[in-house]
């Protein structure tokens, strides 16, 4: 504790590396749609009078500079500034004077972090079904061209029926449209434009929220300023929930793979770019990416309960805490993507155990019979 | 562990009640949908000549009055049988003979266990819609009336602006709009027929999906049939996630109760006989019905995570152990429906502390003066 | 709701209904140790002369019939008595007059629920923790007995070495030594007086509160009431986070026994009487017991996160949600009990698949001169 | 997914940096209790005369230079190596030659990991409760300090009974005990050598396990191989269910802290550099750093459960996602040990309102009396 010791300087450094957390990282993929809902918020003060439109248009000009440096990667959130929302105070300051700190009229920080969070979850969900789509067609791929090639169906893990791949393959993209669904669920909840509610009680200035809902391409508008602060955790939560069915899906198709790749069950094999194997045992292939999927996914379905844990009887209103759903949120989505990207890349290079036809076909009918 | 030194009989009947478990039960309440999925597919199996258009009848007329049975609270699970399937089945032998028999034709318990559930559960999350649309009302018209009374609106606790009562009412009714939302996600995938799915891997026989699609009034065909079977579990975690959703409303709400309740907040009171006293402390008005509320939907909001924690990294096919996800699915819906109404019942009856008008408003306005 | 604009008789019918919920099915388990509880109090008043001891013993006499009632299941909570505390009251002012009331000096029912959840946990864990060690032997036999049977081992579910069904037996009992090390700590943590809390802040009679710490058999006192008051929740959480690794080893050992009683690993198998088997297809021996066990076992890893968001965010003293502890604790030590004696009866059974001594090594040994 | 279109290199890049995910960081940490099981290793080889006494001594040498340059900051696992063993591996084998291979006689990666996993748990274990035997005495003198300053208590959040913010504070001192049981709980499992068990099946060289023991200062030895192997995810899971039971009791306290200091309650503050502000509301004293501490706390009572979700029903024997839980473990002990060194700080500096100790008297007094 000696470092609490020292002078004033370094104490407040250290509270303040606690608070900001890792807040400067996930800011810095949060502050492209912070400056995007700037823009729309600007326009929209402008149209209401509150500033003028040569003004908004300075404003703009310099949002849509940083805009691309962060395409860019240029945009960097050093330690002096807590976040995003300061960094890009000081470059307009910087840049326009004054004017500068115009655009903080009518709003607060805390609709500032709701639009840009929901702005970010709407762009990347797409991205997440655009995958999901391309899974899906090569899964419906793989199970025409492996339609005939027989696998035992199983209940209770005991052999029961005579299966197929096509019939596995083709399960799992019937499967994807449920998580679809859910997706679509938790779009049509973040679609609801919350600023302008500012810190959850609104503001007096005469703004047009109608305005910037339609600047941001956002479907609908979350009229009390209260039920839009209330909406946080709730989008997070269910985004994570619909993040989570999909992950389930994927989970458990890794652990189809992971049994099939077994050499007592031996159904199918992968090619030894995508295993992993040990000097002293050439014929081991350790299905490692389907085990990572596997937990990574698994991890996943956990965090719908993360944020039930951290916004539990917690009263209506802001609380600082909530700046902390932002990582499992964030690195989620990345994780997730990095999951069906690698899984959509190595199911293509599946490898089916075509002695299966005959031989287990015979165990199968033998074991029918018996 | 004597008890299972005893003879053979004594043991079978431990580990009978062991696997069976809450299975009867679950079952009474399963059971009126149940039947009208055999309703249906008995009425499929005459059509595609699997059984004569009579032999259907018959079947169904003993269903019908099982179901009648069932609705007058007649219907019964003995400890002779292990679940509703056999005693309905047991019921139909003896009306019918043999003939009863013929409606286990081409489907398996599974695919029965999947439809019964679905079935419930968008009756249930039907009614639960209602509820809420009657919570809606309510709080619309208490906001409208509540519209100008003054309390603080806090963020990290702290006094922050003035709000209104009407605000905080409508801030609740907003919010149970997402909830719809959610619920109508978890109904969207349950209304997808799995009946004709039979363990997983399908029948020969050959069935009309289609045709019990349309009579139990499914939206959609769940085609796939390993894909129905992969369906349990999600379905389950699914109508949870919605649940919690709307259990994570109420809780907040009668979180801000509780508290306002409070002598250090005193915004606001409830009647006598919704709460609870102490002799010794006639002051005390004890908010028991609001936390319990707030508990009972605050373990609510875990059983998506029970669902998961259950399935995962099972592999595809049946197992044994779902049939354990009846217990938090209808139990929780019970849950919910009791609190939703309770709450709504007492929500109508709050008291609004007219000091609060005066007095918190200066306290409010030194506030932000100082 | 039309149930609600009845008369008001019956609305607080339904009002009680839910706040008292299932807590006369678990204050009927709980009540002799509130009895107990409540005869060491009774001596103690004596003791510092708050009674006297000839009331005390009048007092102890009915508490020890109604014990002895508990015992022979004839204790019925009605539902004229919200639980086991008013029904106490009850019967020892029907027999006693106003002496009965005497009892509830210096205490709360705070205090009572807390020692009496405590006095069960710990006879509970005692009782589980015999049945653990019972397991425990039983696989030290079976390790030895089976010793030299030779099954392959697995890692990344791939064949990697050969392993031996002693070496299997053994790793599942020493890490139930594991699982003993956290029944302890939760017995340690329980084993701390909290009669004397009362409301969580104390009683200004001069009571003796090691008195009761002796009687009752606790190892230590809760010395500040407060933190007697704040310890539910922990208790219960400690006591299923302990549960939760006992009942993980147990669902790994049944996930294995599930795979290795599948006809592609195919090493072990169990009597027709603890497998289940279906009429069409007679070489299925499904393992419903294990993938039950495995289920029931998963749900109570979950358990101690139910009770971290029942109570996360709460505010230091009693909230009237705690009583919502009693089922996920009383519930999961009953179900886990019945796992314990069902697994540890089942498992004796086993039968070791012999060929496996002869094919399997020559796979392996193949496999590994691949 | 162009990207995958590209030349196999970049290809399997990605693959790459997908499986090793953020090890290279996470084994920075842990690279130290590597080398030191390393030494151990090594010394107990050449006590068996696997290898020379001089070559062990050779091999040590060069380990601890590596420890050396791990405490300053000098070690990096460049992005040429998946893990710290392979960079620790091509160090030994730079300066040795063949030699440095020979450390690797006789172990598996997987034990590699678990010893280093658990000399790290045990180390940091040991940090965090001196880091809670110091808030602990703090806690004890604000406790004396402010015997007399009564609050009220509260029950149902409702005024109940006098207190003293010498009970509170004791309260949370006392409760910090049960953690510490908790936390001894997780030392005692952690603390037995799974050094020798490799990869789950033990070695056929004749190692000397006790030996190893006693170097790395374990209490005991793991003996069975596979138990070491299944102990993977338990230790985690213990050791984060003692951290979540730490973090539940801070968790409660914030929330205590943060009610107090509104305004409705206004029983204590904190100086300015503690707390933030509004430059619109100056009286705002708003209390961040508790509200995080509150947050980080209950993500942390999450995390057992995040690793039952990753590793329920999974088989025994080793899989690759079992390195997921570095992160959790790693990350949330971190986290822990920040939150009490910022509550420690900033809890000195709690300033008790003694206006209080007349009006609040006086207000409970009336309600008392009422």
Redesign the interface.
């Known amino acids: 504790?000696k470092?609490?010791q020292e002078k004033?300087i370094k104490?407040?450094k250290?509270?303040d590396q606690?608070?900001v957390?890792k807040d400067r990282e996930y800011d810095t993929i949060l502050a492209k749609y912070d400056c995007e809902a700037s823009i729309a918020h600007s326009k929209m003060l402008a149209k209401v009078n509150i500033i003028s439109s040569n003004e908004s248009q300075k404003i703009n000009k310099v949002l849509n500079e940083i805009i691309i440096d962060i395409e860019e990667g240029k945009f960097i959130i050093e330690d002096d500034f807590e976040d995003m929302h300061s960094k890009i105070e000081f470059i307009l300051i910087k840049k326009l004077g004054d004017l500068g700190k115009k655009i903080h009229t009518a709003r607060s920080r805390?609709d500032q972090v709701l639009v840009s969070i929901q702005l970010f979850v709407k762009e990347e969900l797409k991205l997440i079904k655009k995958e999901v789509s391309?899974l899906f067609n090569k899964l419906i791929k793989l199970s025409k061209k492996h339609k005939s090639s027989i696998i035992?169906?199983?209940?209770?893990?005991?052999?029961?029926?005579?299966?197929s791949f096509g019939?596995?393959f083709?399960?799992?993209?019937?499967?994807l449209i449920?998580d679809i669904?859910?997706i679509?669920?938790a779009l049509?909840?973040v679609d609801q434009n919350p600023l302008g509610s500012a810190?959850?009680?609104?503001t007096c200035f005469p703004i047009d929220r109608k305005s910037t809902t339609k600047s941001l391409n956002f479907s609908e508008l979350?009229?009390?300023?209260?039920?839009a602060?209330?909406?946080r955790?709730?989008i997070e939560?269910?985004t994570l929930?619909a993040l989570?069915?999909l992950a389930?899906?994927l989970?458990?198709f890794c652990?189809?793979i992971?049994?099939y790749?077994?050499?007592?069950?031996n159904f199918i094999s992968f090619p030894e770019?995508?295993t992993?194997g040990?000097s002293i045992?050439?014929?081991?292939?350790?299905?490692?990416?389907f085990?990572?999927i596997?937990?990574?996914c698994?991890?996943i379905?956990?965090l719908?309960?993360?944020i039930?844990?951290?916004?539990?009887?917690?009263?209506?209103?802001?609380?600082?805490?909530?700046?902390?759903t932002k990582g499992p949120l964030i690195e989620s989505i990345y994780e997730l993507k990095?999951c069906l990207?690698?899984f959509?890349?190595s199911i293509e290079k599946i490898i089916i155990n075509k002695k299966l036809l005959t031989i287990q076909n015979m165990?199968i009918s033998l074991?029918?019979t018996?």
């Open positions: 504790m470092l609490w004033n104490r407040n250290i509270i606690f608070t957390g805390n391309n035992p169906g199983y209940t209770h893990m005991q052999l029961a029926m005579p299966s019939l596995w083709s399960a799992y993209a019937e499967t449920d669904i859910s679509n669920n049509y909840i810190a959850g009680y609104g979350k009229y009390n300023s209260l039920a602060q209330m909406s955790g709730k939560k269910q929930s989570s069915s389930s899906t989970s458990k652990m189809d992971c049994l790749m077994g050499q007592d069950f770019n995508l992993t040990s045992m050439p014929h081991k292939k350790n299905p490692d990416i085990e990572l596997r937990g990574k698994n991890l379905q956990g719908p309960n993360q039930s844990l951290l916004t539990t009887n917690l009263p209506s209103g802001y609380h600082r805490e909530m700046q902390l990095s990207k690698i959509s890349f165990i074991q029918l018996h």
